[in-house]
């Protein structure tokens, strides 16, 4: 079957310093990679993705890129912020329409200042 | 747009008793899905819909039922509530459209089952 595993956390971190949040994946096909935030009190939204091998998914200063190699899709940002702070999944689907979305258990991140 | 709406946003129930959670999507996506996250378990698949008038279970769907009789409505129903249904309901809708694949989530409904 699919699935995901992700680093536990909680993670803390001081402002600016550098994040990794680790994330590998089983699947049977094909999967294409997600990484969603889900802010305190809110519901999940959509970070980055990445359809295929090799291929970098980045937004708001986070990057992430498929490594089919080593069944990875690492979260890494270069200097966090405290508005970072935040639960992050990672997820994966199977391409060609595949109808459920498999997340991982979610990284507590937390930035101090 | 609203995006996705869930009511009620809290509720707590009696063991036994009943309720409906209402998911509503106003982007007229064909897909939506009910998930429940519990503390270090992550999002867990109840049940999902393809698209109007059809439902499918997903991971964890005993002790649940769902009806997707219009297309921008999701319904799950807990039919005799139990403790180990205390969780955070989340809803989502998806667009599934060439390189397009983006889950919205609602905000959410926190239910306690005493």
């Known amino acids: 079957g699919n699935s995901v595993t992700q680093m536990e956390g909680p993670v803390t971190l001081s402002e600016e310093a550098f994040l990794t949040i680790n994330c590998t994946y089983t699947?049977?096909?094909?999967?294409?990679l997600f990484w969603y935030v889900q802010y305190p009190g809110e519901g999940l939204q959509l970070l980055l993705k990445a359809t295929k091998a090799d291929d970098k998914g980045s937004n708001k200063g986070f990057e992430a890129t498929y490594r089919k190699e080593t069944t990875s899709f690492h979260l890494e940002k270069g200097s966090v912020q405290v508005s970072d702070s935040a639960v992050y999944f990672c997820?994966?689907?199977?391409?060609?329409?595949?109808?459920?979305?498999?997340f991982g258990t979610g990284t507590k991140l937390q930035v101090i200042p | 747009n609203a995006g996705v709406t869930q009511t009620p946003k809290f509720r707590v129930l009696k063991t036994g008793q009943s309720m409906t959670l209402l998911c509503a999507q106003d982007?007229?996506?064909?897909?939506m899905y009910w998930y429940r996250q519990d503390p270090g378990m992550g999002l867990r698949l109840i049940h999902y819909?393809?698209?109007?008038?059809?439902?499918a279970k997903g991971e964890v769907p005993d002790g649940y039922n769902v009806s997707r009789l219009k297309k921008q409505n999701f319904l799950l129903g807990l039919e005799s509530a139990a403790p180990s249904q205390t969780s955070v309901y989340f809803c989502?809708?998806?667009?599934?459209?060439?390189?397009?694949?983006?889950?919205?989530f609602g905000p959410g409904t926190r239910l306690t089952v005493l």
């Open positions: 819909s393809v698209g109007e008038g059809t439902t």
């Open positions: 989502a809708s998806r667009v599934l459209a060439g390189n397009t694949d983006t889950q919205y």
């Open positions: 982007m007229n996506h064909e897909y």
């Open positions: 699947a049977t096909g094909y999967p294409s």
């Open positions: 997820a994966l689907t199977l391409s060609g329409g595949y109808q459920k979305v498999t």
